[in-house]
């Protein structure tokens, strides 16, 4: 590229960055932070991970997307009522539902 050339599109980048706004900061942190590229979307870099003692590198959007739902979404427990104590403590006064009157006088923050 030509030295004119060069200079003149630092010139514009450095104008375009002192004219950020809020409506526009989010895509100059896009093009000032990330390396150079073909402007497509970031992709997920190679994910490393440990299946059966051995490592592997997860390379494919299939293989990538799999692991990162089973990480972030692990199953639900075979009974989440499991763990609960059998004895309930008897009950110090009988239900009874709450008024108008009642809910008239609490006070609203």
């Keep these: 590229m030509p030295r004119r050339s060069r200079k003149q599109k630092k010139k514009h980048?450095?104008?375009?960055?002192?004219?950020?706004?809020?409506?526009?900061?989010?895509?100059?942190?896009?093009?000032?932070?990330?390396?150079?590229?073909?402007?497509g979307n970031t992709r997920i870099p190679t994910l490393k991970t440990q299946a059966d003692s051995h490592p592997k590198e997860l390379d494919n959007n299939e293989e990538?997307?799999?692991?990162?739902?089973?990480?972030?979404?692990?199953?639900?427990?075979?009974?989440p009522r499991a763990d609960l104590p059998a004895d309930y403590l008897e009950p110090v006064c009988e239900f009874a539902p709450i008024t108008d009157n009642q809910e008239c006088c609490v006070p609203c923050y």
Aim: charged share 25%; no cysteine.
């Design 13 to 39: 980048w450095e104008e375009w960055l002192e004219d950020v706004n809020v409506d526009n900061v989010w895509t100059a942190h896009k093009y000032a932070g990330g390396a150079p590229t073909d402007g």
């Design 64 to 79: 990538k997307s799999k692991l990162l739902y089973e990480t972030f979404f692990p199953p639900p427990p075979a009974d």
